[in-house]
Protein backbone atom coordinates (compact mmCIF):
# COMPACT_ATOMS: atom_id res chain seq x y z
CA UNK A 1 0.00 0.00 0.00
CA UNK A 2 2.05 2.83 -1.26
CA UNK A 3 -0.36 5.18 1.56
CA UNK A 4 1.34 3.22 3.87
CA UNK A 5 3.18 5.18 6.89
CA UNK A 6 5.50 3.07 6.89
CA UNK A 7 6.64 3.86 3.31
CA UNK A 8 6.45 7.71 4.33
CA UNK A 9 7.94 7.03 7.13
CA UNK A 10 11.44 5.18 5.69
CA UNK A 11 12.16 6.94 2.68
CA UNK A 12 15.69 7.90 3.47
CA UNK A 13 17.95 9.30 6.15
CA UNK A 14 17.36 12.97 4.87
CA UNK A 15 13.62 12.14 4.54
CA UNK A 16 12.04 15.41 6.60
CA UNK A 17 9.14 12.83 6.77
CA UNK A 18 11.26 10.37 8.64
CA UNK A 19 10.04 11.19 12.57
CA UNK A 20 6.63 12.38 11.70
CA UNK A 21 4.36 11.19 14.13
CA UNK A 22 1.48 8.29 13.18
CA UNK A 23 -1.15 7.48 15.36
CA UNK A 24 -1.88 4.03 16.32
CA UNK A 25 -3.86 2.34 18.72
CA UNK A 26 -4.94 5.65 20.34
CA UNK A 27 -1.15 6.51 20.49
CA UNK A 28 1.24 8.48 18.52
CA UNK A 29 4.47 6.80 17.14
CA UNK A 30 7.58 8.35 15.66
CA UNK A 31 10.03 5.30 13.60
CA UNK A 32 13.41 5.52 13.91
CA UNK A 33 16.09 3.22 12.66
CA UNK A 34 18.51 1.10 15.03
CA UNK A 35 21.78 1.94 13.63
CA UNK A 36 24.73 -0.68 14.39
CA UNK A 37 23.22 -3.76 14.26
CA UNK A 38 21.23 -6.03 11.32
CA UNK A 39 19.81 -9.53 10.64
CA UNK A 40 17.83 -9.82 14.33
CA UNK A 41 16.76 -12.93 14.17
CA UNK A 42 13.22 -14.09 15.62
CA UNK A 43 12.75 -14.49 19.55
CA UNK A 44 16.04 -12.60 19.88
CA UNK A 45 15.13 -9.17 21.34
CA UNK A 46 15.31 -9.19 25.21
CA UNK A 47 14.41 -6.18 27.69
CA UNK A 48 16.78 -5.67 30.84
CA UNK A 49 17.58 -2.68 33.14
CA UNK A 50 17.87 0.62 30.95
CA UNK A 51 19.23 -1.59 28.12
CA UNK A 52 17.87 -3.69 24.76
CA UNK A 53 19.61 -6.90 23.76
CA UNK A 54 19.29 -8.32 19.92
CA UNK A 55 20.81 -11.50 18.76
CA UNK A 56 22.13 -11.32 15.39
CA UNK A 57 23.93 -13.03 12.89
CA UNK A 58 27.36 -11.22 13.83
CA UNK A 59 26.72 -12.24 17.65
CA UNK A 60 24.89 -10.24 20.48
CA UNK A 61 24.37 -6.62 20.51
CA UNK A 62 23.14 -3.88 23.18
CA UNK A 63 20.93 -0.53 22.81
CA UNK A 64 21.07 1.78 25.64
CA UNK A 65 17.92 3.45 26.49
CA UNK A 66 17.79 6.87 24.37
CA UNK A 67 20.02 5.41 21.37
CA UNK A 68 19.40 4.91 18.26
CA UNK A 69 22.83 2.95 17.83
CA UNK A 70 23.42 -0.53 18.70
CA UNK A 71 26.92 -1.64 20.06
CA UNK A 72 28.24 -5.22 19.36
CA UNK A 73 29.07 -6.95 23.28
CA UNK A 74 33.10 -8.23 22.56
CA UNK A 75 33.35 -12.38 22.57
CA UNK A 76 30.25 -13.36 21.23
CA UNK A 77 30.92 -13.83 17.05
CA UNK A 78 28.34 -16.38 16.76
CA UNK A 79 24.38 -16.28 15.27
CA UNK A 80 22.66 -15.76 18.45
CA UNK A 81 19.12 -16.89 17.81
CA UNK A 82 17.36 -17.10 21.42
CA UNK A 83 17.60 -15.18 24.20
CA UNK A 84 15.93 -14.85 27.54
CA UNK A 85 17.11 -12.69 30.78
CA UNK A 86 16.46 -13.44 34.90
CA UNK A 87 15.76 -10.97 37.51
CA UNK A 88 19.33 -10.34 37.89
CA UNK A 89 20.15 -9.49 34.03
CA UNK A 90 22.09 -12.44 33.51
CA UNK A 91 21.26 -13.27 29.68
CA UNK A 92 20.89 -16.82 28.45
CA UNK A 93 21.25 -17.03 24.69
CA UNK A 94 21.79 -19.94 21.91
CA UNK A 95 23.76 -20.01 18.63
CA UNK A 96 23.15 -21.58 15.65
CA UNK A 97 25.80 -24.06 16.58
CA UNK A 98 23.38 -25.41 19.66
CA UNK A 99 26.10 -23.74 22.28
CA UNK A 100 24.36 -22.41 25.31
CA UNK A 101 25.88 -19.74 26.99
CA UNK A 102 25.26 -16.99 30.33
CA UNK A 103 26.21 -13.37 29.82
CA UNK A 104 26.63 -12.85 33.28
CA UNK A 105 25.99 -9.23 34.92
CA UNK A 106 27.99 -7.60 30.89
CA UNK A 107 30.75 -9.08 31.86
CA UNK A 108 31.83 -13.18 31.92
CA UNK A 109 30.97 -15.86 29.61
CA UNK A 110 30.06 -18.92 30.99
CA UNK A 111 28.85 -22.11 28.66
CA UNK A 112 26.34 -24.22 29.57
CA UNK A 113 26.98 -28.19 29.43
CA UNK A 114 24.96 -31.30 29.33
CA UNK A 115 22.95 -31.39 26.10
CA UNK A 116 23.49 -33.86 23.51
CA UNK A 117 24.21 -33.59 20.10
CA UNK A 118 20.93 -33.79 18.30
CA UNK A 119 19.17 -31.70 20.76
CA UNK A 120 18.94 -28.41 18.78
CA UNK A 121 17.91 -25.64 20.68
CA UNK A 122 13.88 -24.17 19.60
CA UNK A 123 13.18 -22.32 23.08
CA UNK A 124 14.42 -20.79 25.97
CA UNK A 125 12.03 -19.93 29.31
CA UNK A 126 12.52 -18.96 32.63
CA UNK A 127 10.21 -19.50 35.66
CA UNK A 128 10.01 -17.20 38.71
CA UNK A 129 13.19 -19.38 40.27
CA UNK A 130 15.52 -18.51 37.61
CA UNK A 131 15.75 -21.71 36.85
CA UNK A 132 15.50 -22.71 32.73
CA UNK A 133 13.83 -25.08 30.55
CA UNK A 134 15.36 -25.28 26.96
CA UNK A 135 13.36 -26.25 24.52
CA UNK A 136 14.76 -28.91 22.01
CA UNK A 137 14.31 -31.20 18.95
CA UNK A 138 15.38 -33.86 21.60
CA UNK A 139 13.36 -33.03 24.45
CA UNK A 140 13.21 -30.28 27.04
CA UNK A 141 16.37 -29.64 29.13
CA UNK A 142 16.34 -27.90 33.07
CA UNK A 143 19.03 -25.85 34.27
CA UNK A 144 18.38 -24.91 37.98
CA UNK A 145 19.93 -21.55 38.77
CA UNK A 146 22.82 -21.14 39.54
CA UNK A 147 24.46 -24.12 37.73
CA UNK A 148 26.19 -24.65 34.53
CA UNK A 149 24.85 -28.07 33.73
CA UNK A 150 21.64 -29.27 32.00
CA UNK A 151 19.85 -32.18 32.29
CA UNK A 152 16.83 -33.35 30.90
CA UNK A 153 13.58 -33.89 32.18
CA UNK A 154 11.78 -37.10 31.78
CA UNK A 155 8.57 -35.61 30.20
CA UNK A 156 9.42 -38.11 26.45
CA UNK A 157 11.59 -36.85 23.45
CA UNK A 158 9.22 -34.92 21.98
CA UNK A 159 10.30 -32.17 19.26
CA UNK A 160 9.73 -29.08 20.88
CA UNK A 161 8.79 -25.72 18.17
CA UNK A 162 7.51 -23.55 21.13
CA UNK A 163 7.87 -23.34 24.74
CA UNK A 164 6.75 -20.86 27.35
CA UNK A 165 6.38 -20.81 31.38
CA UNK A 166 3.19 -19.09 33.14
CA UNK A 167 2.85 -17.13 36.46
CA UNK A 168 2.38 -20.25 38.20
CA UNK A 169 5.47 -21.99 36.73
CA UNK A 170 3.28 -24.29 34.66
CA UNK A 171 4.99 -25.27 31.24
CA UNK A 172 3.70 -25.48 27.67
CA UNK A 173 4.77 -26.44 24.74
CA UNK A 174 3.89 -27.26 21.12
CA UNK A 175 5.41 -29.95 19.07
CA UNK A 176 6.26 -31.08 15.45
CA UNK A 177 3.01 -32.66 15.64
CA UNK A 178 0.96 -30.43 16.58
CA UNK A 179 0.41 -31.34 19.77
CA UNK A 180 -0.17 -28.29 22.81
CA UNK A 181 0.85 -29.88 26.09
CA UNK A 182 1.45 -28.33 29.67
CA UNK A 183 3.22 -30.04 32.38
CA UNK A 184 1.45 -28.58 35.65
CA UNK A 185 3.65 -30.16 38.93
CA UNK A 186 0.81 -29.94 41.12
CA UNK A 187 -1.19 -32.46 39.89
CA UNK A 188 -1.11 -36.17 40.36
CA UNK A 189 -0.65 -36.56 36.49
CA UNK A 190 1.84 -32.72 35.88
CA UNK A 191 1.92 -34.05 32.05
CA UNK A 192 -1.06 -33.33 29.87
CA UNK A 193 -1.80 -33.04 26.05
CA UNK A 194 -4.76 -29.71 25.67
CA UNK A 195 -5.10 -30.27 22.35
CA UNK A 196 -3.94 -31.51 18.69
CA UNK A 197 -4.14 -28.31 16.84
CA UNK A 198 -4.88 -27.75 13.42
CA UNK A 199 -1.47 -26.17 12.74
CA UNK A 200 2.10 -25.64 13.72
CA UNK A 201 3.11 -23.45 16.56
CA UNK A 202 6.41 -21.27 16.23
CA UNK A 203 6.15 -18.84 19.00
CA UNK A 204 3.94 -18.46 22.44
CA UNK A 205 3.23 -15.21 24.67
CA UNK A 206 1.48 -14.91 27.88
CA UNK A 207 -0.68 -11.51 29.02
CA UNK A 208 -1.06 -10.09 32.18
CA UNK A 209 -4.02 -12.75 33.05
CA UNK A 210 -2.41 -16.27 32.23
CA UNK A 211 -3.72 -16.17 28.94
CA UNK A 212 -1.03 -17.74 26.17
CA UNK A 213 -1.75 -16.72 22.62
CA UNK A 214 -0.51 -19.49 20.12
CA UNK A 215 -0.81 -19.11 16.46
CA UNK A 216 -4.90 -19.18 15.58
CA UNK A 217 -5.81 -19.75 19.67
CA UNK A 218 -5.96 -18.52 22.90
CA UNK A 219 -5.59 -20.84 25.97
CA UNK A 220 -6.99 -19.24 29.15
CA UNK A 221 -5.08 -21.45 32.29
CA UNK A 222 -7.48 -20.64 34.81
CA UNK A 223 -10.66 -21.79 32.78
CA UNK A 224 -8.58 -24.37 30.45
CA UNK A 225 -9.84 -23.42 27.53
CA UNK A 226 -8.76 -22.75 24.09
CA UNK A 227 -10.75 -20.70 22.01
CA UNK A 228 -10.16 -19.78 18.31
CA UNK A 229 -9.79 -16.36 16.48
CA UNK A 230 -9.87 -15.36 13.24
CA UNK A 231 -6.24 -15.19 12.66
CA UNK A 232 -5.61 -17.43 9.31
CA UNK A 233 -2.25 -16.60 8.59
CA UNK A 234 0.03 -19.79 9.21
CA UNK A 235 3.68 -18.14 9.07
CA UNK A 236 3.16 -16.53 12.90
CA UNK A 237 7.00 -16.42 14.24
CA UNK A 238 6.70 -14.27 16.65
CA UNK A 239 4.48 -13.10 19.18
CA UNK A 240 4.34 -9.85 21.90
CA UNK A 241 1.85 -8.76 24.35
CA UNK A 242 1.91 -4.22 25.51
CA UNK A 243 1.42 -3.23 29.02
CA UNK A 244 -2.54 -3.34 28.45
CA UNK A 245 -2.44 -6.94 27.39
CA UNK A 246 -2.87 -6.04 22.78
CA UNK A 247 -1.24 -8.59 20.81
CA UNK A 248 1.07 -8.08 18.20
CA UNK A 249 1.56 -11.38 16.00
CA UNK A 250 4.21 -10.87 13.55
CA UNK A 251 4.02 -12.75 10.13
CA UNK A 252 7.02 -13.09 7.92
CA UNK A 253 5.04 -12.85 5.11
CA UNK A 254 2.21 -10.23 5.46
CA UNK A 255 3.23 -7.60 8.06
CA UNK A 256 1.78 -7.54 11.64
CA UNK A 257 -1.82 -8.73 13.04
CA UNK A 258 -3.29 -6.58 15.93
CA UNK A 259 -5.84 -7.78 18.50
CA UNK A 260 -7.10 -5.17 20.71
CA UNK A 261 -7.66 -6.68 24.00
CA UNK A 262 -11.06 -8.03 24.81
CA UNK A 263 -11.68 -8.47 21.14
CA UNK A 264 -12.23 -11.27 18.83
CA UNK A 265 -11.15 -9.84 15.80
CA UNK A 266 -7.81 -9.43 14.95
CA UNK A 267 -6.77 -6.29 12.36
CA UNK A 268 -3.92 -6.10 9.46
CA UNK A 269 -1.53 -3.29 9.43
CA UNK A 270 1.23 -2.96 7.43
CA UNK A 271 2.37 0.18 9.89
CA UNK A 272 5.59 -1.46 10.92
CA UNK A 273 6.22 -3.02 7.74
CA UNK A 274 6.22 -6.43 5.92
CA UNK A 275 8.25 -9.13 6.18
CA UNK A 276 8.96 -9.09 9.79
CA UNK A 277 10.64 -11.70 11.27
CA UNK A 278 10.33 -10.57 15.29
CA UNK A 279 8.75 -7.86 17.45
CA UNK A 280 9.01 -7.24 20.82
CA UNK A 281 7.52 -4.36 23.14
CA UNK A 282 8.90 -2.99 26.55
CA UNK A 283 7.43 -1.84 29.79
CA UNK A 284 6.41 1.74 27.94
CA UNK A 285 4.54 0.06 24.74
CA UNK A 286 7.71 0.94 22.54
CA UNK A 287 7.86 -1.05 19.51
CA UNK A 288 10.87 -2.85 18.16
CA UNK A 289 10.49 -4.80 15.03
CA UNK A 290 13.10 -6.42 12.40
CA UNK A 291 11.45 -6.49 9.02
CA UNK A 292 13.10 -7.26 5.61
CA UNK A 293 14.25 -3.10 5.68
CA UNK A 294 16.68 -3.38 8.63
CA UNK A 295 15.45 -2.77 12.37
CA UNK A 296 12.93 -0.40 13.90
CA UNK A 297 11.92 1.53 17.07
CA UNK A 298 8.82 2.76 16.97
CA UNK A 299 8.20 4.88 20.06
CA UNK A 300 5.47 6.86 21.71
CA UNK A 301 5.18 9.97 21.16
CA UNK A 302 4.36 12.51 23.69
CA UNK A 303 3.22 16.06 22.60
CA UNK A 304 5.38 18.28 24.17
CA UNK A 305 3.17 20.42 26.53
CA UNK A 306 3.40 24.19 25.05
CA UNK A 307 2.63 26.44 28.35
CA UNK A 308 -0.07 29.36 27.57
CA UNK A 309 1.55 32.46 26.45
CA UNK A 310 2.31 34.56 29.94
CA UNK A 311 -0.19 38.13 29.21
CA UNK A 312 1.72 40.72 30.40
CA UNK A 313 -1.21 43.06 31.68
CA UNK A 314 -0.93 46.23 29.99
CA UNK A 315 -0.87 49.58 31.39
CA UNK A 316 -4.68 50.55 31.84
CA UNK A 317 -5.10 53.98 31.34
CA UNK A 318 -8.09 56.44 32.20
CA UNK A 319 -9.46 58.57 29.43
CA UNK A 320 -12.36 61.03 29.34
CA UNK A 321 -14.88 61.01 26.71
CA UNK A 322 -18.42 63.20 26.75
CA UNK A 323 -18.23 62.68 30.55
CA UNK A 324 -17.80 58.92 30.72
CA UNK A 325 -14.80 56.98 32.02
CA UNK A 326 -13.54 54.26 29.66
CA UNK A 327 -10.96 51.72 31.49
CA UNK A 328 -9.27 49.31 28.89
CA UNK A 329 -5.58 48.14 26.97
CA UNK A 330 -3.46 50.23 25.30
CA UNK A 331 -5.29 50.03 21.93
CA UNK A 332 -8.53 50.18 23.22
CA UNK A 333 -7.79 53.09 25.14
CA UNK A 334 -5.67 54.80 22.68
CA UNK A 335 -8.96 55.01 20.49
CA UNK A 336 -10.61 56.17 23.17
CA UNK A 337 -7.79 58.74 23.49
CA UNK A 338 -8.30 60.13 19.87
CA UNK A 339 -11.87 60.03 20.07
CA UNK A 340 -11.50 62.61 22.84
CA UNK A 341 -8.75 64.59 20.61
CA UNK A 342 -11.20 64.38 17.69
CA UNK A 343 -14.30 65.59 19.45
CA UNK A 344 -12.55 68.56 22.07
CA UNK A 345 -11.26 69.70 18.22
CA UNK A 346 -14.75 69.48 16.62
CA UNK A 347 -15.54 72.01 19.84
CA UNK A 348 -12.74 73.98 19.37
CA UNK A 349 -13.69 74.52 15.78
CA UNK A 350 -16.93 75.00 16.56
CA UNK A 351 -16.44 77.67 18.65
CA UNK A 352 -14.44 80.07 16.83
CA UNK A 353 -16.95 80.23 14.17
CA UNK A 354 -19.35 81.74 16.74
Not at 22 to 51: D, H, L
Not at 56 to 69: A, E, I, Q, T
Request: hydrophobic share 40%.
Amino acid sequence: MISSVFFHNFIGPDNILQNVPFPFNNKQYVQTRIEGVENIFRNAIIFGKEKTYFGSSRGLYVLMNGDNKATKIKGIDDKVIFLTIDQHNNIYFATEDNDIFIYKNDSSIVQIEGLVADADVTALALDSMNNLYLGTLAGIYYLPAGKTVAEKVNWGDYVVFALIIDHQDDVYFTTNKRDFFSYQQSKDDPLVLIQNLNELIYAMAIDQTNNIYLGNYIYQTKTNELKEINLRDRSIYSIAVDAKDNIYYCSFLDGVYFLKKGENQVIKTNLFGREVQTIAIDAKDNIFVSNNEGPFIFQVYNPPIVPDPIVKQKDMVVAKVLGYVFLGTSGAVGLSCLGTYLWNKYRYKKNRRK
